[in-house]
């Protein structure tokens, strides 16, 4: 098992450009999560979904968008990039039902906007 | 969710044990103690988990007290590549929401 890629490792974006950064999973976990980590800080949750075609905004939404179109891939789309967004960002699963959970993060995504 | 605090940093001399403390003073019934820990700049890798009991695996041991308003994670052994930052995360039973905060920074000193 690959567990959690994604792509790419890193990447520049000039202010106002669009990207999506990819996730995917080979562990057949319902639950996906996207999180951004500034310099220094903990994680914070952007978006999660507990399945195809749901999802939900997790605490720090605003400027990106997802959609879960199926159970393996989990894509966190940045419209407008703004110097605010730099950050890492990691995508996460974990199995689903009623817990304990355990998460499984990818490597990460480095995002400069400059 | 209930809130965790962490002191920010700690220092262990390699070999010995490392003892990481949380306080989570507002956990609920159903919630569980997570500890994960991020390496350098990977992504966070876990560690083990607990809701009363103490627990134990091959990494690291748990001990949760019995009013569960704090606990402690020991790594019995350090070694340098235990060097990181090392979350404590409370947890409900349908745990779509971790919240991660800044954790503890542990230096394992050679």
């Known amino acids: 098992n690959a567990g959690v890629t994604q792509t790419p490792k890193f990447r520049i974006l000039k202010i106002g450009q669009s990207m999506t950064l990819q996730c995917t999973q080979d562990m057949n976990h319902n639950y996906m999560y996207w999180y951004r980590q500034d310099p220094g800080m903990g994680l914070k949750l952007i978006y999660y979904?507990?399945?195809?075609?749901?999802?939900d905004k997790g605490e720090v939404p605003n400027g990106y968008n997802v959609s879960r179109s199926t159970t393996e891939d989990f894509p966190l789309r940045l419209e407008l990039a703004a110097p605010s967004q730099t950050s890492v960002y990691f995508c996460a699963s974990s199995t689903s039902g009623t817990g304990p959970y355990e998460q499984y993060f990818g490597p990460g995504t480095r995002l400069t906007v400059t | 969710d209930a809130k965790t605090t962490q002191p920010t940093s700690m220092d262990c001399a390699e070999g010995r044990a490392a003892n990481l403390p949380c306080n989570h003073s507002?956990?609920?019934?159903?919630?569980?103690v997570y500890w994960y820990r991020q390496i350098h700049s990977q992504g966070p890798q876990y560690i083990i988990h607990?809701?009363?009991n103490n627990e134990t695996n091959e990494m690291a041991s748990l001990i949760i007290t019995e009013d569960r308003k704090s606990s402690t994670l020991i790594l019995p052994h350090a070694t340098l590549r235990d060097t990181a930052v090392y979350y404590c995360?409370?947890?409900?039973?349908?745990?779509?929401?971790?919240?991660f905060g800044p954790g503890t920074r542990l230096s394992v000193l050679p």
């Open positions: 979904s507990v399945g195809a075609g749901i999802t």
């Open positions: 507002t956990i609920s019934g159903n919630e569980y």
């Open positions: 607990g809701l009363k």
């Open positions: 995360i409370v947890l409900g039973n349908y745990g779509q929401n971790f919240v």
